[in-house]
């Protein structure tokens, strides 16, 4: 019994001293060794002088996690020298922390130096400094008085990585089987290829295809070839190649030439969206607070005198936003700002501009052809969002402009767009048309409603297309025999019923076409709903066939049924059926699932009669392996069948060599771990690691923190990592490589005797020849180390200023054994 007391009791301490293990900087503790004395021997069982300033810092570099009040900055190499004291003091300050912390420069009292260990407690007086080392962590306490502010979710650009060198291709074959009753078999292929490389910041992206049946050319043909680079001054993103234009107020099309845009992701979250800009006056230190429905979601504090927020977040596009102004002695007050998002709406002082130049490009021509394009937004207060846009070519001019408009009483947004074109004989062909369109949520009554209207002022409104197509043809001008569009109406309600009640819906569409009479009118109301798990549907819709003038009308009813409890299973079982005003009918059943703790695995089966005809059935199959998705489709209908299957996949050549993976994206991150083949990647979709310890993750948010990592309960026994997770900050279209510093090493128990009636306290350091810290004394005089050579010696550093040690030699490949646990001796230095 005395023994097991003895392990309870240093156990126990064990556990309190392991909770000191990140102790601030100056912060000391005191014990009393005896209070932790062996009964039997009356000697000290813990080396307690080690934990006088919490947990030991090994004297090297940590590759550290560095959080400023409580929220993550960024990854960097901390530098730790051997100290007497307290080991925060041996903590040294660099220019990398230094551009890290951003900090005011009253806050620094002595600049790094490269040449010598600044210490950084020294050097930063007015911080809290915090190093755990278990978890790799600094933690940094700043006054706001000393901070650099910025936006909420700022992250500065010298933070976006640019990756590695690597290369990547996606690839999408599909093959199709057809036959048909009349003897006639027909076969199609297609792959679709995309491919690219990343190098310096720079991004070569292409992306084509090959179609291939019976009859037809095999040939494969580039959509799209092109070189892309970040920006950082400018918040955008240059490219040069074949592509398309990109605008959020012009029509987009293909060329082969330059263009530089703006990107939102770049901006940090608080300025992404629309929110209005806050503005107001303080006559004290108060406190603001800001409330959206109701509910708080900016607090901050503000000196005396005006005040302006620009980064408040708001998660929907209605509602109220109430600001309280809480003085210094207690007074309140409170005004509301009127707000509605949606419709392109920016923030206050926010622009958004696309600009592109280059030759036309349709399919695979590229003509002679010069067009220049333009569009601007700019926000120009919480109500108002200015946009227009331009486009040019030899004969062909185009403009547009429009404003948004959002308040309490909903959003608007209008626009007026003109054009010119120049024919063979110098004559203009004009035209001009104009939208509007309104839209509003009822919170009230939970409805959304939007209106909208579209109208040619003239007979024709050319494009760019029609501009190209008659320089080469004057082919465009057949479209003054066609009927083109005059006016449009449309609307639609999606009305809320309660928590029970489900939703309901309403569309409608009005068109007058030039050469037509009367209005083409369609419309579709529908009704949705869900009891015990089960989900219904019932529709109805009518459209006006525009050849025939006909009204096609057609009822439509779903039934979804869960078939495992609580409506949680992946199995449904599905009916639908349909009704039109022929009186033509068609019914189907149908069972579909998901398996895996990843989703893995899909199927469908399905069966269904129409009212002439044969039955049709149909069944589907996909996997997702690591490093393919697979699918089959078959259908059937009497003595016509059809069967096809695909493939899907990527091959990702970078410095560790080449990784397969089921999937890829424009931005992607490379995981290593040597010698944790199989090992699961976190949120992979069931990516695993390779032979070769390499894994994809095949998507991460650019710009942004996105958090890394494997399944260390899948680790061998033998593999060491310097972490399970790790945070990266991708730029857009890169590779990051992340390295969970893996290494395979072993890791030993020695049951130590020691001369005399010496005895090795616990945690008493354990190093290895070089002097390198490779584990430390448990209970019992049992050493535990890692990382250690087959053969060679250990020694045992304890007592005040580790001025006890004694040697171990061991020789682990003579005296194997299953368990790792090898008797020593420990002898006298």
Not at 314 to 336: H, M, N, T
Not at 472 to 480: A, G, I, L, Q, W
């Amino acid at each position: 019994m005395k023994t097991r007391n003895h392990c309870l009791t240093t156990l126990s301490l064990a556990v309190s001293l392991i909770g000191i293990s990140s102790a601030y900087a100056a912060d000391e503790f005191e014990f009393d060794a005896s209070f932790f004395k062996e009964r039997e021997t009356g000697r000290a069982s813990i080396d307690v002088n080690r934990f006088k300033f919490g947990t030991p810092i090994p004297a090297g570099e940590h590759l550290s996690d560095v959080f400023v009040n409580g929220k993550f900055r960024g990854s960097l190499l901390i530098k730790f020298i051997e100290t007497d004291g307290d080991p925060m003091q041996g903590m040294c300050w660099s220019p990398e922390l230094m551009e890290l912390l951003e900090l005011q420069p009253e806050a620094v009292v002595l600049k790094p130096d490269s040449t010598q260990c600044v210490s950084a407690v020294k050097a930063l007086p007015n911080l809290k400094l915090n190093f755990n080392i278990g978890e790799q962590r600094l933690n940094v306490q700043v006054p706001q008085a000393l901070m650099v502010i910025h936006p909420d979710g700022y992250i500065p650009p010298s933070r976006w990585q640019n990756g590695v060198p690597a290369s990547f291709l996606h690839y999408d074959f599909r093959e199709h089987y057809d036959q048909s009753e009349n003897g006639g078999n027909w076969k199609s292929q297609f792959l679709g290829i995309r491919s690219g490389m990343n190098a310096g910041g720079w991004a070569l992206r292409q992306q084509g295809s090959q179609s291939a049946g019976s009859g037809q050319e095999r040939k494969y043909y580039h959509h799209e070839f092109y070189v892309q680079r970040d920006v950082d001054a400018l918040k955008g993103r240059i490219r040069a190649g074949d592509f398309f234009s990109y605008s959020n107020v012009m029509d987009s099309f293909g060329l082969r030439g330059i263009s530089l845009s703006s990107d939102d992701r770049m901006l940090p979250d608080s300025q992404t969206g629309y929110a209005p800009q806050i503005q107001g006056v303080a006559n004290t230190n108060a406190q603001i607070k800001i409330y959206h429905n109701d509910n708080i979601v900016y607090e901050t504090t503000v000196a005396p005198g005006p005040f302006v927020i620009r980064d408040l977040t708001l998660g929907s596009y209605s509602g109220e936003v109430k600001v309280e102004i809480i003085e210094a002695d207690g007074q309140r007050r409170s005004f509301v700002v009127p707000f509605a998002g949606g419709h392109n709406l920016l923030r206050p002082r926010r622009l958004r501009y696309a600009l592109t130049a280059g030759k036309y490009r349709e399919n695979r021509k590229i003509y002679d052809t010069a067009v220049v394009q333009g569009s601007l937004q700019y926000g120009l207060n919480n109500q108002i969002t200015l946009q227009s846009g331009a486009m040019a070519t030899s004969n062909y001019a185009s403009g547009l402009f429009g404003m948004v408009w959002g308040g309490k009483a909903g959003s608007v947004s209008a626009g007026w767009s003109v054009n010119s074109l120049t024919d063979a004989e110098k004559r203009k062909r004009n035209g001009s048309q104009f939208r509007i369109s309104y839209n509003k949520f009822f919170p009230q009554t939970g409805t959304f409603l939007q209106i909208g209207t579209h109208q040619n002022l003239s007979r024709y409104f050319y494009g760019l297309q029609d501009a190209v197509s008659f320089k080469e043809n004057d082919s465009v001008f057949s479209r003054r025999y066609g009927n083109p569009l005059k006016s449009q109406y449309q609307v639609s309600v999606n009305q809320s019923l309660g928590k029970s009640w489900g939703s309901l819906y309403v569309s409608g569409l009005s068109r007058k076409y030039r050469n037509s009479k009367g209005y083409q009118h369609s419309y579709q109301i529908g009704y949705g709903n869900s009891f015990r798990g089960m989900q219904y549907n019932m529709s109805f819709s009518q459209n006006q066939n525009l050849l025939t003038g006909k009204q096609d009308k057609q009822a439509h009813f779903t039934l979804s049924i869960p078939l495992d409890r609580k409506g949680l299973s992946s199995n449904w079982l599905s009916a639908a059926h349909s009704r039109d005003n022929a009186g033509h009918t068609y019914s189907r059943v149908g069972l579909s699932g998901v398996y895996g703790s990843q989703s893995q695995f899909s199927y469908g089966l399905s069966l269904a009669k129409p009212d002439s005809g044969k039955n049709q059935y149909s069944a589907y199959a996909n996997y997702n392996l690591p490093f393919v998705k697979a699918g089959v489709k078959a259908h059937g209908s009497g003595r016509n069948r059809q069967l096809s299957y695909n493939l899907t996949g990527a091959v990702v050549a970078h410095p560790y060599g080449i990784t397969l993976n089921h999937e890829i994206g424009d931005t992607f991150a490379i995981v290593r771990a040597k010698g944790a083949a199989g090992v699961p990647i976190k949120n992979g979709y069931g990516s695993k690691l390779d032979r070769w310890g390499n894994g994809i993750v095949s998507s991460v948010t650019p710009y942004r923190l996105n958090y890394i990592g494997i399944d260390a309960t899948y680790l061998p026994d033998n593999i060491e990592v310097g972490a399970t997770e790790k945070v990266i900050i991708p730029r857009a279209n890169t590779a990051s490589l992340i390295d969970m510093g893996a290494k395979k090493e072993i890791i030993a128990y020695f049951d130590v005797e020691t001369q005399g009636d010496s005895s090795i306290p616990m945690f008493a350091e354990v190093k290895n020849e070089h002097g390198r810290v490779v584990g430390y004394s448990v209970q019992e005089g049992r050493l535990f180390v890692r990382d250690i050579k087959p053969v060679g010696r250990l020694t045992v550093s304890f007592g005040e200023n580790n001025n006890n040690k004694c040697v171990v030699s061991y020789n682990l490949e003579k005296d194997k054994n299953e368990y790792n646990i090898y008797p020593a001796k420990c002898l006298p230095e």
